[in-house]
Nanobody, 133 residues
Framework: QVQLKESGGGSVQPGGSLRLSCTAS????????MGWFRQAPGKEREGVAV???????AYADFVKGRFTVSRGNAKNTLDLQMNALSPEDTAMYYC???????????????????????????WGQGTLVTVSS
């Protein structure tokens, strides 16, 4: 079992930056795939950026080079650096993990997850990101 907790959300003006962090506790060694997802009001939850157990990242198309996912200084953290934020990025951001993702499948979550499918059995409570002027 893995427990996930997000931090770093807040309010920022368009063009600004935020850094989100996900801290995992429990059996972190078994997190085959971890990533960031978001849900805006009235929309489905969608993948943003993921990283597999080997450290390979994958991003949703709308990221367009603005976001970077990385392992934190501590082994049990996953960070999301978000730059050039726009109002369309306003959403609740969640950290999630698929503990049993087969090799080569983690990237699917970044571009194909829309609220269902896969095996994201572990979720954090979310952190709110608001982008407005």
């Amino acid at each position: 079992q893995v427990q996930l907790k997000e931090s770093g959300g807040g309010s920022v003006q368009p063009g600004g930056s935020l850094r989100l962090s996900c801290t995992a506790s429990g059996s972190t060694q078994s997190s085959a795939c971890m990533g960031w997802f978001r849900q805006a009001p009235g929309k489905e939850r969608e993948g943003v950026a993921v990283m597999d157990i080997n450290g390979s990242p994958a991003y949703a198309d709308f990221v367009k080079g603005r976001f970077t996912v990385s392992r934190g200084n501590a082994k049990n953290t996953l960070d999301l650096q978000m730059n050039a934020l726009s109002p369309e990025d306003t959403a609740m951001y969640y950290c999630a993990a698929d503990l049993s993702a087969p090799p080569g499948t983690c990237a699917w979550y970044a571009t194909n997850y829309y609220g269902s499918g896969g095996n994201l059995g572990e979720w954090g409570q979310g952190t709110l990101v608001t982008v407005s002027s």
